[in-house]
């Protein structure tokens, strides 16, 4: 009878696998419960339209699509909040808004973010909060956009010409403000021992207080590579020779050109890019400098082999 016992007990025991997965429900719930009150931030992103625009002013870098928007919510908040997604448009209306100047800003009080979302949060951030206008009624131009930098590679790199964006801008003001501005600058950009590429966003500088920009700022892309010494043989062609010369023979009639190029910027198509040649006007004790009176744009020259080379002129 007592072996009896013994075994039944056996049997009501769970064995050392069936433990183990319990003990993982368990830990597994106990995560859930916690990450589910825990408070976490995250950024939302909210499709938006306008109403009631001010007719007298205008945009100066357009309207907003959309609203990036960080929100402070519970774990459990989060996780309903973005089974709404895609989120409803929102509607947010000028007159709602709060002026300064001829900006108007963008905080929670001002927008129906529960209209989107279903829940109330704790907004943390707005992105734009502000959205800047000017009269319109003015002079208007494009004008181009001009980095300001120094920039400095390292040791056997190379960058390629900076791509700015936008390259042009809108300015807006009285005509005797804008009429004289050509170019808007960007602030200083100072890059040494460049070794790879950089995308930046760059402030604009404002040319006067009575001139308006459409932006405030520009992205700037700067593509840097290794760089790659080359070497080519030339041809010495003849520029200026003597009205009277019936030939004119240079020694040598080749010369080596060294040069450096971006690793992925240059092709052997180019070297057609390439001439050397001489000036016979130049000539001193039959003997003159050789020149690269063309050549590609995207190389940087070492060295010409001989610097000099010696004509024969043959008259007629």
């Not at 309903?80 to 800003?105: A, E, H, W």
Request: hydrophobic share 40%; with cysteine.
């Amino acid at each position: 009878m007592v072996t009896s016992n013994n075994t039944s007990k056996n049997k009501l025991k769970p064995g050392k696998t069936t433990a183990f997965f319990i003990c993982v429900l368990i830990a597994a719930f106990l995560w859930l419960v916690k990450s589910l009150n825990t408070t976490y931030t995250h950024g939302v992103k909210i499709p938006v339209e306008f109403k009631n625009i001010p007719q007298n002013k205008k945009p100066i870098s357009g309207m907003p699509e959309f609203l990036n928007v960080d929100i402070k919510v519970s774990g459990l908040k989060l996780f309903f909040i973005l089974l709404n997604q895609p989120f409803k448009k929102m509607t947010v209306d000028f007159n709602n808004l709060k002026t300064v100047n001829r900006n108007y800003i963008l905080t929670p009080l001002t927008l129906d973010l529960k209209s989107s979302l279903k829940f109330e949060t704790n907004v943390k951030q707005i992105s734009p909060d502000t959205l800047y206008f000017i009269e319109n009624s003015g002079y208007q131009k494009n004008v181009p956009v001009k980095m300001v930098s120094s920039i400095k590679c390292a040791k056997g790199y190379g960058y390629k010409t900076p791509v700015i964006h936008p390259d042009f801008l809108t300015i807006v003001g009285d005509s005797g403000s804008v009429k004289h501005i050509d170019t808007i600058y960007t602030q200083t950009f100072i890059l040494n021992n460049l070794n790879s590429s950089v995308e930046k966003n760059l402030s604009v500088l404002k040319p006067n207080d009575n001139v308006y920009l459409s932006v405030n700022t520009v992205s700037v892309s700067i593509k840097v590579e290794k760089l790659i010494e080359q070497t080519l043989f030339l041809p010495v062609s003849v520029l200026n020779s003597p009205l009277n010369a019936k030939s004119v023979n240079i020694f040598p009639a080749r010369v080596k050109i060294k040069f450096t190029s971006l690793q992925n910027d240059f092709n052997s198509s180019d070297t057609v890019n390439f001439k050397a040649s001489v000036n016979c006007s130049n000539m001193n004790a039959g003997k003159t400098t050789v020149f690269l009176s063309t050549q590609p744009g995207n190389v940087n020259v070492l060295s010409v082999e001989p610097k000099e080379v010696e004509l024969l002129i043959i008259k007629k």
